[in-house]
């Protein structure tokens, strides 16, 4: 995986990516800055409307935001990605082609959720592909967490959904086992009506390679907020081991050939 643009490397699938560059006078300004950290994020200042509110945690090269804002002019979708590369060719596709309802910032998209995101402001939450990250030393980094998950829950509106997909049967599991306490889980088989080949270039590599992609499109719970901390208090912390089969022993720090059970909160 690693750090790249989103860019196709050598043996992996074309990156098209939808609509067609416009004419210079007609493109759009697609970025944006987080503001200072502990303020939260102004949409409307942002995008200059109030409408329905999508975010893209990690959005990569941003081709699920681009071919989202085409489909739903309505909707204002914000991409938030750790590597400066993948913002400037997401934002620099998207303002070639005038798109005006999706934006790219660059930052930590976990801090963002939890502490830039007025609660029950989000219509949509998406998280596709995070990085299993083999190497234990750094599963600290991974995106879906018992604190991420509540953020995720708290920042959406009543019904508002939560999407995620991945290709690594462990990151799909833990999802399934803590994320579905939020949320209704409602997983989806693909391949999808409006991208056969994949709606990310993560989806579309992991296709081309044959790999299953857990999808799951999940509506938020109507708990009480602190049923829902309750529920969150109990969750696992991610430290599944996402080893693939074959993978491990290669990994630096040992991904071990034990699979690790999941250790509780305390
Ligand atoms: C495997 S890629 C998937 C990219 C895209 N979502 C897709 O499906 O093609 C994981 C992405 O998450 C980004 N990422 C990882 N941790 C992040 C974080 N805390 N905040 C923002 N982006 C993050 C990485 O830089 C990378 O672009």
């Not at 989103?6 to 939808?18: F, I, L, Q």
């Not at 493109?27 to 999508?54: H, K």
């Not at 660059?106 to 596709?128: K, M, N, Q, T």
């Amino acid at each position: 995986m690693g750090r790249h643009t989103g860019a196709p490397r050598g043996g992996e699938p074309a990156d098209e990516c939808p609509g067609a560059v416009l004419e210079r006078e007609r493109w759009s300004r697609t970025r944006v800055g987080l503001g200072e950290p502990g303020v939260r994020f102004d949409w409307e200042a942002a995008f200059g409307r109030t409408a329905r509110r999508v975010v893209d945690l990690g959005c990569g090269n941003g081709l699920y935001l681009i071919q989202s804002g085409y489909a739903r002019p309505d909707t204002d979708h914000l991409g938030v990605e750790l590597v400066p590369p993948a913002v400037r060719m997401g934002s620099l596709r998207a303002g070639q082609r005038g798109l005006t309802n999706v934006k790219f910032a660059w930052g930590d998209a976990s801090d963002f959720i939890c502490e830039r995101v007025e609660p029950g402001s989000l219509d949509e939450a998406h998280l596709y592909h995070p990085q299993p990250y083999y190497d234990r030393a750094k599963i600290l980094k991974r995106q879906l967490s018992p604190r991420t998950l509540l953020a995720i829950w708290l920042a959406l509106r009543a019904g508002g959904l939560f999407v995620f997909q991945t290709d690594n049967p462990e990151y799909a599991h833990y999802a399934k086992e803590n994320a579905g306490q939020l949320f209704e889980w409602r997983p989806r088989k693909g391949p999808w009506e409006d991208a056969p080949d994949g709606r990310t270039q993560r989806e579309r590599v992991a296709r081309f390679q044959g790999l299953e992609i857990f999808r799951v499109e999940a509506a938020r719970l109507p708990l009480e907020e602190h049923e829902a901390r309750r529920r969150v208090a109990g969750m696992m912390e991610p430290d599944f081991d996402a080893n693939k089969k074959g993978f491990e022993g290669r990994s630096p720090r040992g991904g071990g050939s034990g699979r690790r059970g999941p250790r509780r909160r305390a």
